[in-house]
C-alpha cells in the first residue's frame, strides 16, 4: 500500500553523505507537517548506539539511518548502514501510524543498499546486542 508520499531529494543527499562520505553517524527522517514527503529531521555527526535510541520520540514515528559499529563473529570490527523503523506503541495516533507504515517502502527503495530495516516500537526493540545479531544473521 503506497500513500502517495514523495521522498525528498535531501533525504537521499543525507542518506549518501552518511553511506558513502561517512558525513553523519545517524539521519532521521519524518514525515512533513502538510503530510506530503518525507524529510531530514537531523543530521548528526557523531553519536552512540545510546544516545540514538534516547533521541526517538516516544510519541512519533520516525525512520532513522545509522552506521552501526559491531565485532563479527571472528571478533573484528566491522560498520553497516542499517534503517530503523520506529514507530512507538504509545502516544501515536492511528492516521500517522498509517502513513508511516504505508511510506516505509518507497524509503528504503531509495535508500539503495539498505537491505532489511529493523521495526521497533519501543526502546527494548533496539537492543545492541539482538541488533548485532540481526546485522550478523542478514550479512554476508
Not at 23 to 32: G, L, P
Not at 54 to 72: C, E, H, I, M, T
Request: with cysteine.
Amino acid at each position: 500500500m503506497a500513500s502517495g508520499i514523495k521522498v525528498s531529494s535531501d533525504v537521499l543527499t543525507a542518506f549518501e553523505d552518511l553511506k558513502t562520505h561517512h558525513k553523519y553517524k545517524c539521519v532521521t527522517f519524518r514525515v512533513s507537517d502538510d503530510e506530503t514527503e518525507i524529510i531530514v529531521e537531523n543530521k548528526v555527526p557523531e553519536m552512540t548506539w545510546d544516545e540514538f535510541q534516547a533521541s526517538l520520540p516516544g510519541d512519533q514515528p520516525r525512520w532513522a539511518v545509522y552506521d552501526f559499529d559491531y565485532k563479527n563473529k571472528e571478533g573484528h570490527d566491522r560498520s553497516k548502514v542499517i534503517m530503523v523503523k520506529w514507530c512507538p506503541d504509545g502516544g501515536v495516533k492511528v492516521k500517522a501510524k498509517m502513513i508511516h507504515s504505508s511510506s516505509s517502502d518507497a524509503l528504503i527503495k531509495k535508500c539503495k543498499g539498505i537491505t532489511k530495516p529493523i521495526q521497533a516500537s519501543d526502546r527494548g526493540d533496539l537492543n545492541f546486542d539482538e541488533v548485532r545479531d540481526h546485522i550478523l544473521l542478514t550479512s554476508q
